[in-house]
């Protein structure tokens, strides 16, 4: 593969429309039969993976970076001293969650905490928090002042 930035890539691939319904076959019906009870820790690190290959050096390129990947509205509800909490939403997630029992997000929590965790220079981890009723998830991320990354 190219070494392209996400904004290359994009911009090749804006203007053809992706069905979601063929995103979902993929994403909840596939990948859970090919891995099994090993979908969410697979997709974390995947989700890590890819933040390597796509290193993002601000929260609004995060931000933008969900959007155009289709994952959905990334938002900052709340930062702390070692913490940030996101809310993400979308038409997807919504539909998600009304038709499927089990779905994960660790895709996503995996991407948000190898970012963070590369701009901070920290060892951090994601967390997420489904809130089905309200048709978002919640993703908390955690890093150590303590645990520096070492190059």
Do not use: H
Not at 53 to 79: C, D, H, N, Q, R
Not at 124 to 136: D, G, I, S, V
């Amino acid at each position: 593969m190219k070494n392209t930035t996400f904004q290359e890539q994009y911009k090749l691939l804006e203007n053809i429309p992706l069905s979601g319904f063929g995103y979902e076959l993929i994403r909840e019906i596939l990948l859970p039969e090919l891995l099994g009870k090993e979908t969410a820790p697979v997709l974390y690190w995947a989700g890590k993976s890819l933040a390597r290959k796509y290193p993002l050096e601000t929260m609004e390129e995060i931000i933008a970076f969900f959007e155009k990947a289709g994952w959905g509205t990334l938002t900052i509800v709340s930062e702390g001293k070692n913490e940030l909490e996101f809310e993400l939403t979308s038409p997807l997630i919504a539909a998600r969650f009304s038709y499927k029992e089990d779905c994960t997000f660790q895709l996503e929590a995996g991407f948000l905490a190898q970012q963070i965790e590369q701009q901070k220079k920290l060892v951090t981890e994601a967390y997420e928090q489904q809130k089905k009723r309200a048709k978002k998830v919640i993703f908390t991320v955690k890093w150590d002042r303590k645990d520096p990354i070492v190059e």
